[in-house]
């Protein structure tokens, strides 16, 4: 049997990873004055230790009013850097498994109660909200506070955000960054003629809306010349007129002209107008396309749950990599059981190797 193109290495600006398998990001809400906790520690470990190629850390917020929930991860002192530093310490003395941050502001999707509490949008003046920003003073629910308009000092103090919590990033080794532009945060604000209706330099043609992303992105490539750096877009709002596919293209080309080193492919979130064609893999024809009309890797993710469709996707040239989430969360294990299944290897922990099957005794490698 030929080897998987699932378990092969690929390369993102000097960054090897063993196979191609991402544990994408996933908010735990669990996260108190944006401090990880022990939740994050037993989380993570769990995730590091599943055999993927790459492990990225839940949406971490720039500023505390970037948060999606009072109690999301953030990274912008010296308190919410040494939290983090305590559990990527114990992380990697048990796994050498490659490590990601997404960073994120949520804009006017922020200042909301954690999804079991119902999600709703906090306001100002309660316990745990804060007045939200957004490109233009448009809520994204009929019942949401207005969010209020950035001006280019808001804009400007956000993009240094971005900034400092990637050096804290490097500062603590972490190996890629990716930028949050994806599922109607603040970056995808701006991109969407739905939610970003200024009329300035910022908004109106798609080169306006392009604008701050692509500063956001500048100043973060700058500041880490030598460290993979990943944007993750929508490659649709779902909603008529508003950010498609073709948009998405042309975004993706000028973050590769500007040195993007991966783009993700997820969709929606943006508008609750969204109709979303929920299916498995439905949204790997945009990674698709992506991947046709650029030259860097691309991430495909989206209830890719089967061990032949995750492999399909990547040997086909749907794809260069697969993000899983829910998938792995129900089977943390699910590498393991994706290259028993193609005749693929993993790497496990000396201390697992007992439990390797019989009828896979090449699976796993140390």
């Given amino acids: 049997m030929s080897r998987p193109v699932l378990f ?66 953030g990274l912008w002192d010296e308190r919410t850097e040494g939290a983090m530093r305590r559990v990527l310490d114990v992380i990697r003395a048990t796994s050498d498994v490659k490590i990601a941050i997404q960073l994120a502001h949520a804009g006017r999707k922020a200042s909301c109660e954690v999804p079991w509490k119902g999600r709703p949008q ?14 233009s003073d448009l809520r994204f629910q009929p019942t949401d506070h207005a969010p209020m308009r950035l001006d280019r000092d808001g804009m400007l103090r956000i993009r240094d955000a971005f900034v400092a919590s990637a050096r804290r990033a490097a500062t603590m080794e972490i ?44 100043a973060v490539r700058t500041a880490l010349p030598d460290r993979p750096i990943s944007v ?31 783009i993700h492919v997820s969709s929606g979130g943006l508008s609750p107008h969204q109709n979303i064609p929920v299916a498995p893999g439905y949204q790997v024809p945009l990674a698709r396309v992506v991947k ?11 209830l890719i749950t089967g061990f032949e469709q995750a492999e399909a996707i990547v040997a086909t040239g749907d794809a260069d990599m697969i993000a899983i989430a829910r998938t792995i ?16 290897h993993v790497k496990a922990p000396n201390q697992y190797l007992r439990c390797q099957p019989h009828t896979h005794k090449d699976l796993f490698t140390v």
Avoid: K
Avoid at 25 to 44: E, I
Avoid at 177 to 187: E, F, N, W
Avoid at 240 to 253: A, H, K, L, V
Avoid at 292 to 302: F, R
């Fill in 8 to 73: 092969t290495p690929i390369d993102i600006q000097g960054l090897t990873l063993s196979n191609r398998i991402v544990v994408a990001p996933m908010c735990q809400y669990s996260a108190v004055n944006g401090q990880m906790t022990d939740w994050h520690l037993s989380h993570l470990g769990s995730m590091a230790l599943s055999g993927a190629g790459l492990l990225t850390i839940e949406a971490t917020a720039v500023t505390p009013d970037g948060r999606i929930t009072y109690a999301d991860v």
């Fill in 122 to 135: 906090i306001a100002p003046d309660m316990a745990n909200g804060w007045q939200t920003v957004a490109p």
């Fill in 175 to 218: 190996d890629a960054v990716q930028l949050h532009a994806a599922h109607g945060y603040l970056l995808h604000q701006f991109l969407s003629p739905l939610s970003n209706q200024r009329d300035d330099s910022y908004g109106g043609a798609l080169e306006n809306r392009m604008r701050f992303p692509l500063e956001v992105f500048d």
């Fill in 232 to 262: 993750r877009v929508s490659g649709t709002d779902w909603v008529e007129g508003g950010w498609d596919i073709e948009q998405t293209i042309t975004f993706s080309n000028a973050l590769e002209a500007r040195g993007c080193d991966a």
């Fill in 292 to 302: 046709q009309e650029t030259s860097i890797p691309v991430v495909a993710v989206g």
């Fill in 329 to 344: 969360l129900y089977n943390p294990r699910w590498p393991w059981h994706a290259a028993a299944h193609l005749g693929g």
